[in-house]
């Protein structure tokens, strides 16, 4: 019995001593922006595979083990995951990522949304009211939740925040990686993605 | 005649002109000094009476605020049954879990959640949930059964920044023992609950007033431990009578033939037992097994330090058992997610077992004189075992689409302490439509076969539900 509590205490001990921050992503997309941004400084699981719908999941017991141990849970947001991450945290049993602290991330809440506070009826399909959550669709969004996501990796890991904002800095996502500065506007961009809806060469 | 005509007119005018320095006045505390000489009051107000307190003012109260930011998500289950069954709306409960070998035949009398011939409005469920703050969540599910009667389905607090994985949940709740249990009829994949839940727990299954104190250990793997202290009030584990004094209404043969009702208060020699009276264990195990399959096993107990029941009968007579008891059982759940459109391709495969003793000591008799405070004695001592388990299939055969299959079987073990019986059998086969995450369409058939307590034959009887299933407004989503 000691020697199964001594087992479990070390498994808990070494669970929280571990160097790199234990980061857990809903999506792929997600994933990706967590992975561009935290480099070799964090491990990356997402939930939620490639060729799933998002809207539709379901909430499993493998999300909660994984939030469980997470430092950092990187979500899409603006209800996007409403299916099935507000049940999966709270039965994580983890207060370091409950929403309003510093482990809970949602990319939706650190970018202007389109489409917010319009009309939200229910008999007008899956609308989501508090804006439009695809923002991985928009390189200029993604960069900037990247660069949100850095500063929350860089408060919570100081030794490494440098590394972070470089890292948000020189992402693919950012628009002047995709195409030579000074040929793409950015003022002018409305549209979910830049790119097709404003070619200004 | 000019005169007094002019002078009428020159106090119309005086009052007017009156009543519109009084509006210019009243105007100066709210407008910047200076802009009242510009903008004659007059102008702006060509109606005296239309004093500027009494006109919409649109947005800017002067006031800021947080509104109804801070109301809870309010959704309302709206769930009705359109009935039919062949034994004209009166289904026998299954031999062995009518309540003791001295209860027979339930006549009439509708047991709760029991459905009429045609339409039917089941609970309509109003479900409040919000953050307390930022140490506590909380829900509230009030159903209001059929037309009538609102009852506190849940209330309860659950703790979000406990250390080390635990977790705490204080209210009244659905107990987590089990699956199905903490499940709310509208999660449910079929329309009526599973039988092994509805006889050994109770129409309501096991929600009691109590603490849950659960734990999450960090491990790779999904475990959830957890043990509730209960108030126990659950009639098929830990039903509670207590002591006092009773009425009872019964007949008696009087004069000239006809029955006269008597009417007296008597004590049935139950003792009051303090709170809490019923204590649960529970653990789910759920090894990782990737994106498309979920697996999850679990095993519950309980014991309750007291199980009471009391029967009147209309000749005086009482019976009254008083005791303790325990239950134990395990639950299996797998998932299977196809990753297709709108469940299409996915199974859900869930069973049950469940086993209850209860040890009691029995009285009989007609406990006292109308008038009389002498308490019964009991006498003899009997051992209730029954147990039952289903098991449930359900896929998704299409788009919106799934059908399931569900066997119930109770009383593989079931002795009421005098007589053992032969199990009572249940077949169900449904299909759904699921337009929506938010309305859901049910047709299912059930097939029972029930052991009857007096002459050990069994009945058959086939029941046809219809439902409709529909959530409004703001719903959270459901946990695993």
Same mark, same amino acid.
């Given at each position: ?60 017991? #493998? ?47 650190? =970018? ?49 925040? %440098? ?39 | ?125 109003? =479900?409040?949930?919000?953050?307390? %703050? ?56 079929? =329309? ?29 793997? +999904? ?15 830990? #039903? ?77 007579? =009482?019976?009254?058992? %008083? ?12 998932? +299977? ?42 006498? #003899? ?100």
């Amino acid at each position: 019995m000691k020697r199964l509590l001594l087992a479990l205490l070390l498994l808990i001990v070494s669970g929280a001593a571990q160097a790199a921050l234990n980061v857990v992503a809903t999506t792929p997309n997600m994933g990706m922006l967590a992975r561009t941004v935290a480099g070799e400084h964090a491990d990356v699981r997402i939930l939620a595979p490639a060729d799933r719908d998002a809207h539709y999941l379901q909430v499993r017991p #493998n999300m909660m083990a994984a939030l469980r141990r997470a430092d950092l849970v990187v979500s899409v947001g603006a209800e996007l995951e409403i299916g099935w991450l507000p049940p999966a945290i709270q039965g994580a049993h983890n207060p370091r990522i409950q929403p309003g602290q510093r482990g809970y991330f949602e990319a939706a809440a650190q =970018v202007d949304l389109m489409d917010a506070h319009g009309v939200a009826d229910r008999s007008l399909g899956d609308v989501h009211p508090a804006g439009n959550p695809h923002i991985y669709f928009d390189p200029v969004r993604m960069a900037e939740a990247g660069e949100a996501l850095a500063e929350r990796l860089a408060s919570m890991d100081e030794a490494n925040a %440098d590394a972070y904002r470089a890292n948000a800095r020189a992402s693919p996502n950012r628009c002047e990686n995709i195409c030579p500065r000074g040929k793409l506007s950015l003022k002018a961009r409305q549209g979910p993605c830049c790119i097709i809806r404003t070619p200004i060469i | 005649m000019k005169k007094k005509q002019f002078g009428v007119l020159a106090t119309v005018a005086l009052v007017t002109a009156w009543g519109s320095q009084s509006v210019a006045l009243a105007q100066v505390g709210e407008q910047p000094r200076g802009t009242n000489a510009q903008a004659p009051a007059s102008a702006q107000h060509r109606d005296p009476l239309d004093s500027p307190g009494l006109r919409p003012r649109g947005l800017n109260t002067g006031q800021v605020g947080a509104g109804t930011l801070f109301n809870p998500e309010i959704s309302v289950i709206l769930d009705g049954v359109f009935y039919w069954d062949d034994e004209d709306g009166d289904i026998p409960t299954p031999a062995g879990f009518g309540g003791g070998h001295h209860h027979h035949g339930h006549g009439h009398d509708h047991a709760h959640g029991e459905l009429d011939q045609g339409f039917n409005l089941r609970e309509t469920e109003i =479900v409040f949930a919000a953050a307390i %703050d930022n140490y506590l969540d909380a829900v509230v599910t009030l159903a209001i059964e059929g037309d009538s009667g609102i009852e506190v389905e849940e209330a309860y607090a659950v703790t979000r920044a406990l250390p080390a994985g635990f977790q705490m949940k204080f209210g009244k709740f659905l107990s987590d023992v089990g699956y199905i249990n903490k499940q709310h009829p509208h999660d449910w994949d079929f =329309v009526d609950r599973p039988l092994m839940n509805e006889l050994l727990f109770g129409d309501h299954g096991l929600q009691e007033k109590g603490v849950q104190v659960s734990w999450v250990p960090a491990t790779p793997f +999904y475990t959830r431990l957890g043990v509730e202290v209960l108030q126990g009030e659950t009639s098929g584990v830990a #039903n509670y009578v207590g002591s006092g004094r009773h009425e009872i209404v019964g007949y008696a043969e009087g004069t000239g033939g006809t029955p006269d009702r008597l009417r007296w208060r008597t004590n049935y020699g139950l003792d009051d037992v303090d709170g809490p009276r019923l204590f649960t264990g529970f653990a789910k195990f759920a090894p990782d097994l990737g994106y498309e399959h979920a697996l999850q096993v679990g095993v519950f107990g309980g014991y309750a330090r007291s199980f009471q029941d009391v029967e009147t009968h209309s000749s005086g007579r =009482v019976e009254a058992w %008083d005791g303790d008891g325990w239950f134990a059982g395990t639950d299996w759940v797998y998932r +299977y997610d196809a990753g297709r459109s709108y469940g299409h391709g996915d199974w859900r495969l869930q069973a049950e077992y469940m086993y209850r003793r209860l040890s009691l000591d029995y009285f009989e008799g007609v406990p006292g004189e109308v008038g009389s405070t002498t308490s019964p004695e009991f006498q #003899n001592r009997e051992t209730r075992k029954n147990d039952g388990l289903y098991i449930q299939a359900v896929y998704g055969f299409a788009p919106r689409w799934s059908a399931g299959l569900r066997y119930d079987v109770v009383g593989l073990t079931n002795n009421d302490g005098y007589d053992s019986f032969d199990e009572s059998h249940r077949y169900s086969a449904n299909v759904t439509f699921t337009a929506t995450e938010f309305s859901r369409f049910r047709l299912q058939v059930n097939h029972g076969r029930y052991e009857e307590d007096d002459d050990h034959g069994h009945g058959d009887f086939t029941q046809v539900m219809l439902q409709y299933n529909l959530s409004l407004g703001a719903h959270g989503a459901h946990s695993f």
